[in-house]
């Protein structure tokens, strides 16, 4: 155990490293089968080394921050100046919280699908092809378990790469234009990000009590929950930061790189990138602005909301338009992560929970629907969804799976889309009042009401989408469905392999998320929203009197945590009741009010 | 002095110089049959570097010492030494198919002869003593560019890179006879037991003498050339196109190394007091900020993939001139993050790694029989080429700035020792405004990288003409050498910094007093 711990995460992250260049040292000749098998076990072995990552997460201890599998104190990678005031102390450290492990999860098990997904499909350049799925995983993965900034970053920055050449290879006719502009959008932002991160470790340095230039992420926490920044340097700093992630995420007026993206790129180009890729914006958040920049991630909330409000209606009414199947599902994806972000900005336990499920349920319902659009256009040959229609009687498997998706997608109680989107709702609406152990948020119940519409779009072009495709007289293209790569008319055994555990993890989150809240509390309570907490002993929002905009209100429940349970174990119970209310967002409200 | 002390303290460069002595007259000696067998004069060559790296590396970091008057030899000297041979070791093993058969022995003198210069700017401390050094390492570069290939326009750019040296060379001479003029006579730099210098001077200088600015003004003008600053940067797209792509890795490095360890000299002669030097600081400011965003700017519209990485060098220059405008990190004035100087160094030798791989890919790869030069060359590279093609992309990749290659390490050592000046340096808000357009510049710099990438592995390649692997072995080990180079660098970038430091504090002209009394 002792000899396991400090080193699982490492080796989960490089892993699949080492799995690439070992594809990478195949003779040129070797066969597509063995290439894509190896790829294929490799990403398992990655799988269910996580797996047993998360068994030692969940039952070992923490450190004093919060963070389980830690390798210490971690390696040092950039020093110099030792022992002298401002020593450069960067490290490979690493480490995961509730937040992040399940976050880990989430790309190790989708990974293998998307490679396994990609084995009829993919034809040319088969060895590069698995070689950049791997490459990308670690980057993932490394994102997932930094407690270094600049370790972050680095991760952060290298999933670009593989995903460019995924995209600019093996894309469709555009790829060239789509990957370019990936890219540059993704990388006009994050150096920002680059410039903000340089800027805090500084700011540390300069006023903290290290004495040394670090960029610990557990170290900075603690500095910001002392107050050590400033509202100005946080107001910018928290702009610097947002830049890279807002666009990673992606927020609504830099978003039309989202929809290009996702046409053009290979099925499993699009798996991971809606899957994984959108979340590293929004785990940034989470990871660094939210802990590290309180006061002006409270500052900038409103506006921020505002964003993901456009971008959730903007989306829906986007997607609702789309001839192209995939594009509507991409900018549906443009409308959930708003509302994501929405959750995020509420800064409650209630929102925060939502928002970080919200991750994992748009990461496993979206993945799937990219799955289930490229396997109609592996046999098709189009995503027009004038040209295909009446499936449901060619494709009863296909037609099974699409709607299980599309109504996770859409929130319907019973599937884990749903528990999402009502949490979100529930933090936005109660965010303004101090309750469940936290200060007041930036947001309010006119948020939530907004937010509730797209709501209701959703469900309007995904089942109408649905309709189009699965129902009515049968449309299919000349000489289709193809089934020349060893096709069948329905869905393969492989393919419903690739689909049903999607399937069985909406059902299974849906209809049992307790286990996983708790977690996901345990890490927000601990490392996101500290800052927030009313009784967060020192920190900062009782302390600190200068922080005039934070409301402390007297009226504080003993335990934290369990009110929200109670509101989600409601939620779950009396389903329909409860889906009737979200759109209104009405009885969200009192649903909160549980605690006081 | 006695002689064998000298030689001991100078032993790498007296290394080159015999080397290069030797294979010029290697060289004068013809071969039995006329172009016949291999010439002995490259390995030679690569060899002397070679040895002058062992010794280097071997011996430990030179301390302070002003042995040899003229020289002030410094933990300076040794990083040069150290960054300096070993880039100069790749650049020998990249040029080793360059020449023809009859001009091998002057082609490897003269990359002795320059990395020898360079060597020398290091341990210069006196003004004449730099310009000589400083010209050691240009002079020689003519000649390489009109040798490097048989075509017109390298004798063009060789002539151009000539007159407008020759200009500069000039400035820099007039604005050290304002040096010599306004500040008593001395030619000593920074204070020796030989007799007085320049830093004395300046530092009982008033607020400002016009004089002793004009001539530091003019001297870096001089040495702006070098370092194709802007506004002197208008020859390298030209010099560099013209000449052959493993020159054009030598004079993206050499030159411009000797450029940016001149300026540090210089700007220590007056103590990096920003608060005097304001109008130096902020022409250099105003210079620096320019050199970026044109360099940059100009590289989006290019479709010659030499003349990209011309412009991206210059704009490259501009980083850099953000660490020397920092200066180095005196004691008592912040961590080493805020250490400009020893930032620059890093950079400068991580550049000169990952712009030489990257033209060392160029001319490796034919095109009908010539090394490629349009970006349109290089479609579908990935496909013929996979090897060359990845050591291009990770190149490329570092250039602009982008994990895991040392070119991001070198960006954050500049930006974060701009970011950490502190609020008590009197140009504390004009830098962290220079730092964040140098990062804007850089996601500028991304589209143009990006661009040579996508050519490379997005495009498919044209079935018409066939692009044809050229050059021997050793351009593929010292590609391969760039390459590994700044991927290791990323992973262990320790093994430059542990020395930058202690060379940026040689520069910091506070040694006055420790000062070895030998």
């Given at each position: 155990m002792d000899l396991i711990s400090p080193w699982i995460l490492t080796a989960i992250i490089f892993l699949p490293l080492v799995g690439a260049v070992a594809l990478l040292l195949?003779?040129?000749?070797?066969?597509p089968k063995r290439l894509r098998m190896a790829a294929l076990m490799w990403s398992v072995a990655t799988f269910l080394l996580t797996l047993w990552a998360f068994g030692l997460q969940s039952g070992g201890a923490a450190d004093a921050h919060g963070?389980?599998?830690?390798?210490?104190a971690g390696f040092r990678w950039l020093g110099g100046g030792?022992?002298?005031?401002?020593?450069i102390d960067i490290r490979y450290h690493v480490g995961v919280d509730g937040v992040s492990m399940w976050l880990l999860l989430l790309t190790a098990f989708l990974t293998p699908l998307a490679i396994w997904a990609s084995f009829t499909s993919v034809t040319n350049r088969v060895k590069e092809y698995y070689a950049l799925m791997l490459l990308l995983e670690t980057g993932m993965l490394g994102v997932f378990c930094s407690l270094d900034l600049l370790l972050f970053y680095v991760f952060f920055e290298f999933t670009l790469v593989p995903l460019f050449f995924l995209i600019g290879i093996w894309?469709?006719?555009e790829r060239a234009r789509a990957a370019n502009k990936f890219f540059i959008f993704t990388v006009a932002g994050s150096v920002l990000t680059f410039a903000g991160v340089l800027y805090i470790a500084y700011f540390q340095y300069a006023?903290?009590?290290?004495?040394t230039f670090t960029l610990s992420i557990p170290v900075l926490t603690d500095f910001a929950s002392q107050g050590g920044f400033p509202l100005d340097v946080q107001k910018w700093l928290f702009i610097a930061l947002a830049a890279g992630f807002a666009i990673k995420v992606p927020l609504f007026p830099v978003h039309t790189w989202l929809p290009l993206a996702h046409t053009e790129a290979p099925t499993a180009g699009s798996v991971i990138l809606a899957g994984v890729l959108l979340k590293l914006g929004t785990y940034g958040f989470c990871r660094l602005s939210l802990p590290i920049l309180p006061e002006g991630t409270m500052a900038w909330a409103p506006f921020m909301s505002v964003l993901a409000i456009c971008g959730v209606i903007y989306g829906a009414l986007a997607a609702w338009v789309q001839d192209d199947v995939k594009k509507l599902v991409a900018y549906s994806s443009v409308s959930h992560m708003g509302f994501c972000m929405l959750g995020l900005f509420s800064l409650k336990m209630a929102g925060v929970t939502g928002g970080v499920l919200y991750m994992l349920n748009h990461g496993l319902s979206t993945a799937a629907l990219f799955l289930v659009v490229g396997m109609i256009y592996e046999r098709?040959?189009?995503?027009d969804i004038n040209k295909i229609g009446g499936l449901a009687k060619q494709m009863p498997w296909m037609a099974f799976f699409l709607i299980v998706f599309t109504l996770s997608s859409i929130g319907l109680?019973?599937?884990?889309?749903f528990l999402g989107e009502f949490l979100v709702l529930l933090g936005t609406a109660t965010s303004s009042q101090a309750s469940d152990g936290f200060t007041a948020g930036p947001l309010g119940f006119g948020y939530a009401v907004a937010a509730a519409t797209g709501i209701v779009l959703g469900a309007v072009y995904m089942l109408w989408m649905c309709r189009r495709v699965l129902f009515g007289p049968l449309t299919e293209p000349p000489?289709?469905?193809?089934?020349?790569?060893?096709?069948?008319?329905?869905?393969?055994g492989r393919e419903i392999g690739i689909l049903a555990p999607i399937a069985l993890m909406c059902v299974l989150i849906g209809v049992y998320p307790k286990p996983l809240i708790e977690s996901l509390q345990g890490g927000i309570a601990g490392n996101i929203l500290a800052a927030r907490?009313?009784?967060?002993?020192?920190?900062y929002a009782g302390a600190d009197?200068?922080?005039?905009d934070i409301v402390v209100v007297d009226?504080?429940?003993?335990?934290?945590?369990e009110p929200v349970e109670d509101a989600v174990n409601e939620t779950v119970i009396t389903l329909d009741a409860a889906s009737a209310a979200i759109s209104e967002g009405g009885p969200g409200v009192s649903g909160g009010g549980h605690g006081s | 002095m006695d002689l064998s002390a000298c030689i001991g303290a100078l032993l790498p460069e007296f290394i080159l110089l015999v080397g290069a002595c030797v294979v010029l007259l290697a060289g004068a000696?013809?071969?039995?049959?006329?172009?016949?067998?291999?010439?002995?004069t490259g390995p030679l060559a690569l060899i002397t570097v070679l040895v002058a790296l062992g010794v280097t590396i071997l011996s430990?970091?030179?301390?302070?010492?002003?042995?040899?008057?003229?020289l002030l030899i410094s933990p300076l000297t040794g990083y040069v030494r150290l960054g300096g041979l070993f880039i100069g070791l790749l650049l020998v093993l990249c040029n080793?198919?360059?020449?023809?058969a009859r001009e091998r022995a002057e082609y490897f003198s003269m990359i002795l002869f320059s990395l020898l210069g360079l060597l020398l700017t290091a341990s210069a401390n006196d003004l004449l003593v730099l310009f000589f050094a400083i010209e050691l390492v240009s002079v020689p570069t003519y000649v390489l560019i009109s040798l490097s290939r048989e075509d017109r326009r390298a004798s063009e750019s060789a002539i151009k890179y000539f007159f407008l040296g020759a200009f500069a060379a000039g400035m820099m001479l007039y604005g050290f006879s304002f040096l010599y003029g306004s500040l008593?006579?001395?030619?000593?730099m920074i204070d020796s037991p030989h007799g007085p210098a320049l830093s004395t001077a300046t530092a009982a200088l008033?607020?400002?003498?016009a004089l002793a600015t004009i001539g530091l003004l003019l001297a870096l003008a001089g040495v702006f050339f070098k370092m194709a600053a802007?506004?002197?940067?208008?020859?390298a797209p030209d010099v560099y196109e013209g000449a052959a792509s493993p020159i054009t890795g030598l004079l993206g490095f050499l030159p411009k190394f000797a450029g940016f360890v001149a300026a540090a000299k210089l700007l220590a002669v007056f103590h990096w007091d920003a608060e005097r030097l304001q109008v130096v600081y902020w022409v250099i400011w105003i210079a620096a900020a320019l050199t970026m965003t044109i360099g940059n700017a100009v590289a989006l519209l290019q479709s010659n993939v030499k003349r990209i990485l011309a412009y991206s060098s210059i704009a490259h220059s501009g980083y850099m001139m953000i660490g020397l405008l920092v200066g180095p990190a005196i004691a008592?004035?912040?961590?080493?993050?805020?250490d400009g100087i020893a930032a620059m160094l890093f950079y400068m030798v991580v550049y000169g790694a990952m712009n030489l791989g990257a033209f060392a890919v160029l001319s490796a790869i034919a095109r009908r029989s010539e090394p490629v030069e349009d970006l349109?060359?290089?479609?579908g590279l990935s496909v013929r080429q996979p090897m060359l093609s990845l050591a291009l992309a990770i190149c490329v990749f570092s250039l602009m700035g982008?994990?895991?290659?040392?070119g991001l390490l070198g960006k954050v050592y500049i930006f974060s020792s701009a970011f950490s000046v502190?609020?008590?340096?009197?140009?504390a808000t004009p830098l962290i405004v220079l730092a964040v357009i140098g990062v804007l510049n850089s996601a500028v710099g991304a589209a143009y990288y990006l661009r040579i990438i996508a050519t490379c592995y997005n495009k498919t390649p044209s079935e018409t003409e066939d692009t044809t692997p050229i050059g021997g072995t050793a351009l593929r080990w010292g590609l391969a050498a760039c390459t590994i180079a700044v991927l290791i660098l990323f992973l262990w970038p320790g093994m430059l910094t542990r020395n930058a430091r202690p060379a940026a504090v040689a520069v910091s002209a506070t040694q006055v007093e420790t000062l070895a009394q030998k």
């Open positions: 195949f003779a040129n000749n070797a066969a963070f389980a599998l830690t390798n210490g030792d022992g002298i005031a401002g020593a894309g469709g006719p006023h903290g009590d290290t004495g098709y040959h189009t995503r109680p019973g599937l884990n889309g000489h289709t469905p193809d089934t020349s790569a060893g096709l069948t008319q329905d869905l393969t907490m009313v009784d967060a002993g020192d920190g009197d200068a922080d005039a009226a504080v429940p003993a335990v934290p945590i | 000696t013809p071969p039995a049959r006329a172009d016949q067998g291999p010439s002995l430990a970091t030179p301390a302070e010492s002003s042995l040899v008057p003229g080793l198919h360059v020449p023809v008593g006579g001395h030619t000593t008033g607020a400002g003498s802007v506004p002197f940067h208008v020859y008592g004035e912040g961590g080493p993050m805020r349109r060359d290089l479609e982008f994990p895991p290659t040392a502190g609020a008590g340096h009197p140009f």
